[in-house]
Structures are given as structure tokens and as C-alpha cells.
């Protein structure tokens, strides 16, 4: 039995790549795909036993997808190896935009159809977070509920980071230079301003708290 493939999302494609040991030599290698939205394994591709890759291009933004391997060999068929599991595009994302302390904007970034899709709401603690909402590019009322829901708002302090930089010298004044000729320069970091910052806690889909602040987001899958 082969061992999984490898598996890199590159924009719409999906890119896979496996090793097969020297000898015996194998006829055929037969890829399979199955997908969190759809059940069971399917054959996708059979490609030249020579050959340890291949493209997947029929594959949607923001689908989780999961590849197998089996190597044919004449008459005879390996066990079909273990999976990899990749996610093309990106994925679905809440983000906190701001608020007060008793409302908070956010924003729900998901896929359909294979499309990017978004949309705002406003919500108060103990809201699910997301509603349904019309998408004009696909022309449908989708439902933006990803499980999330908006637990309490606080008033935070956010503090800034400063930095210098500064040249050395020696101990008759000259700047001191390395062996290339450059100035010898050395960095600071050092606490800067701070103010005021709105913190969403929402509950994720298994009641976990997550603290967001402000233009932070959150990843469902």
C-alpha cells in the first residue's frame, strides 16, 4: 500500500505529488476524492505509473477535500493508501469590525458555488452570529450562520510598539562600520501609545471562548 500524497492548494487547483519505492515497478496509479459536501470516494484520475503527480482542477474555493492513492500493477491492485486533507482558497472567517458595548459589527466571509461571498450584521451578546442575507452576485438568500455567537463586549487597551535605530560609535566618536563598510546600527523596540479597543468573546461551535479584537477574525473551519 502506497503512502498518502502530498497535497498543495494553489489558487483553484489542487496539487498532488507521492513517492512509490523503486521495484517493483507499477503500471498505473489511480487517485481518489472525496469531499467534506459530498459522500463517499470517487476516482478522479489514473495517471502513468511513472508519473508522482498531478493537477486537480475541478475543485471549488473554500471546499475541504480529502486524497487517496492505489497503485496498479497488471491484474493486481495495492491498498488504497491513507489520505491528505487540503482546503482550496481560503477559509470561512468572521471578523470583529467594531462596535460599542452593547452592539458589535461583524463581518461573515464564507464560499457557494465556488464563489467568495460576504455580507455585515450587527449583533448583541447572546446573538448567533450571521443571519440570512441576499447575495446579488449569485442572486440568492444565503444563510451567513456559521455556529459562532456573540457571547459579551468589553473595553480594552491597546498598546503600540515603537521602534528607533541608532548608529554605534567607538570610544573616539567615529561610527562604527562592519567588515562590508556598513554602518553598525542596532534597533529599539519600546512601548508606545496606547488607547481604547472594543473585545468581541464569541463562543465558537463547541462553546469555546475566543476573544477578538477589533479587525481580528476568526476562522470557522
Do not use: C
Not at 556598513?182 to 468581541?200: H, K, L, S, W
Amino acid at each position: 500500500m502506497p503512502d498518502a500524497p502530498l497535497a498543495l492548494a494553489g489558487g483553484e487547483t489542487v496539487s498532488l505529488a507521492w513517492s512509490l519505492p523503486p521495484a517493483p515497478k507499477v503500471d498505473m496509479v489511480v487517485i481518489y476524492r472525496s469531499g467534506k459536501e459530498a459522500a463517499g470516494l470517487s476516482e478522479v484520475a489514473r495517471v502513468n505509473g511513472s508519473d508522482l503527480q498531478w493537477t486537480d482542477k475541478d475543485v471549488a474555493l473554500g471546499r475541504t477535500y480529502e486524497y487517496r492513492i492505489q497503485t496498479l500493477k497488471g491484474a493486481k491492485n495495492s491498498g488504497i493508501s491513507g489520505h491528505v486533507e487540503v482546503t482550496v482558497g481560503d477559509s470561512a472567517r468572521i471578523t470583529f469590525i467594531g462596535g460599542s458595548v452593547d452592539r458589535a459589527l461583524f463581518e461573515v466571509m464564507m464560499f457557494r458555488r465556488g464563489r467568495r461571498v460576504s455580507s455585515r450584521f450587527i449583533h448583541k451578546p447572546g446573538d448567533p452570529i450571521g443571519d440570512l442575507s441576499y447575495v446579488p452576485d449569485l442572486d440568492t438568500i444565503e444563510d451567513f450562520r456559521l455556529g459562532p455567537r456573540l457571547l459579551k463586549l468589553d473595553i480594552g487597551v491597546a498598546e503600540t510598539r515603537e521602534t528607533s535605530s541608532e548608529t554605534l560609535g567607538d570610544a573616539s566618536g567615529q561610527t562604527m562600520k562592519d567588515l562590508g563598510g556598513r554602518e553598525v546600527r542596532i534597533d529599539f523596540t519600546y512601548p508606545g501609545a496606547t488607547n481604547e479597543v472594543m473585545i468581541a468573546t464569541i463562543l465558537d461551535a463547541q462553546d469555546r471562548p475566543v476573544k477578538l479584537k477589533e479587525g481580528e477574525s476568526y476562522k470557522t473551519d
